[in-house]
């Protein structure tokens, strides 16, 4: 993971316990969560969801797939809005 995130980037991303990572945006977190993803090599079962906030606040998650999602639980019917890279 990476070191201390830069605070100047608008959102960062916490994959569970790890350090959060400073990101420019929705499509950057999705990437660099799914660097992270392969990188750890867990399954589906194992690598917990991103979480991407904006000051201070959850405004997105991240599927194991990279997709993001609104911030609140998944619903039948809900459509991500950013496919992964």
Known sequence: MSSTPK?????LLKIGRNQPIAVGNL????IT????????GDGY???PEGRVYR????????????RVW?????????RPFLEAQ
Do not use: V
């Open 55 to 66: 000051d201070d606040r959850k405004c997105a998650r991240i599927s194991f797939n990279g």
């Open 7 to 11: 605070m100047d980037l608008p959102f």
């Open 33 to 40: 969560y799914q660097i992270e993803r392969d990188r750890a």
């Open 70 to 78: 609104q911030a609140r639980p998944w619903r039948t019917g809900d």
């Open 27 to 30: 499509a950057e977190a999705s």
């Open 45 to 47: 079962r194992d690598f």
